[in-house]
């Protein structure tokens, strides 16, 4: 029985296949199998892939028209639960590469604690490799909730997670979005009770400065506050309070993020700064009571929110100071 199926989704990364597929084949821990989803490459991303199928029986390669990472990501999970008897699964970007040790750390603390899940830290890196001591760890056991409020980037990614092949039964990436991460991971991962996570940075994630996440802001990352807003109701319904309060500071936090981000995007910048400031005002009206975000730690959210609201609050500082001294 195959333990750990790896899913890795493929599109025009010849620069850095080797090195992904490489780390894999490299693992202290063996009983696995991969699934290459080749998204329609148009450079030799693709011969890459069958190159590895012919010389390692674990490796296996789908080819398919472009269309998309979360497609690409969906038919990997279709493919292990019909093809694979493994248990666990785990998705590696195909541009990033991982430990050695990866996989077997990753099992060893999540069947060690009995958890259905676990995680690992990652290294942003541009290509270098820094090394580190594997005795020098702390593991813990937490509830997925305090994990997603601790290590919310850790939660919202698939990658540097080890899952059993259950949590996937009931979700898949919507294929329709960008930034299709943030709308199913913080459920898969709050549908199990506890995670055991290990702080080594086991995973490499290369920062490729042509990729999505590096480019300047455009209307597709709206999509990602879309996610944000939508899980506010999975948390509502299925979270603690706690947790739900938490992610209304996150999801306004998030609008205020996005204006920043616009205004440095000029031709964005007049049509949606408007629609962006029209949102984070309705939004700090519409979860008043519930959302702890303070003017006197978030100057420039309120100033963006309400200027002329703001520009009464400093004259009337200015002139009764004593009435605004904080206690």
């Known amino acids: 029985m195959t333990a750990i199926t790896i899913i890795v989704p493929v599109y025009n990364v010849e620069k850095y296949l080797n090195r992904c597929i490489d780390s894999i084949l490299g693992q202290t821990f063996g009983d696995f199998d991969i699934i290459l989803i080749d998204d329609g490459s ?3 991303s693709a011969s890459i892939c069958d190159r590895y199928s012919e010389i390692d029986n674990r490796v296996n390669v789908i080819h398919q028209t472009n269309g998309g990472r979360a497609k690409s990501r969906n038919i990997g999970i279709e493919w292990s639960l019909a093809n694979s008897d493994s248990k666990w699964i785990t998705f590696i970007d195909s541009d990033d590469w991982i430990d050695k ?15 259905k899940i676990s995680a690992c ?21 937490c509830s997925t909730e305090d994990f997603y409020m601790n290590h919310n980037i850790n939660t919202v990614v698939p990658w540097v997670k080890l899952f059993t092949k259950d949590s996937f039964r009931s979700y898949r990436f919507p294929e329709d979005k960008n930034c299709e991460d943030e709308f199913i991971m913080p459920k898969s991962v709050l549908q199990h ?15 490729n400065e042509s990729g999505f996440t590096q480019s300047n802001w455009n209307i597709r990352y709206l999509d990602g506050l879309e996610a944000v807003r939508e899980n506010l109701d999975f948390f509502k319904n299925n979270c603690s309070e706690k947790l739900y309060l938490w992610q209304i500071n996150n999801y306004i936090i998030n609008i205020f993020i996005q204006i920043n981000q616009v205004r440095r995007s000029p031709e ?6 408007p629609y962006l400031i029209k949102l984070l005002r309705k ?26 609201e703001m520009q009464i609050y400093w004259i009337l500082k200015s002139k009764l100071g004593f009435l605004f001294k904080e206690k």
Do not use: C, M, W
């Open 42 to 44: 148009t450079d030799t």
């Open 268 to 273: 964005f910048v007049e049509e949606y700064e």
């Open 101 to 115: 040790r990866y996989l077997e750390l990753l099992l060893q603390i999540a069947v060690d604690n009995n958890t």
């Open 283 to 308: 939004e700090l009206r519409h979860y008043r009571g519930k959302h702890t975000i303070k003017l006197k730690d978030n100057i420039q959210l309120f100033e963006i929110a309400y200027p002329k």
């Open 193 to 207: 009770n506890q995670i055991a996570y290990i702080n080594l940075p086991l995973y490499n994630y290369y920062i």
């Open 121 to 141: 830290g990652y290294l942003r890196t541009g290509g270098e490799v820094k090394s580190f001591d594997y005795n020098e760890y702390k593991e813990e056991v």
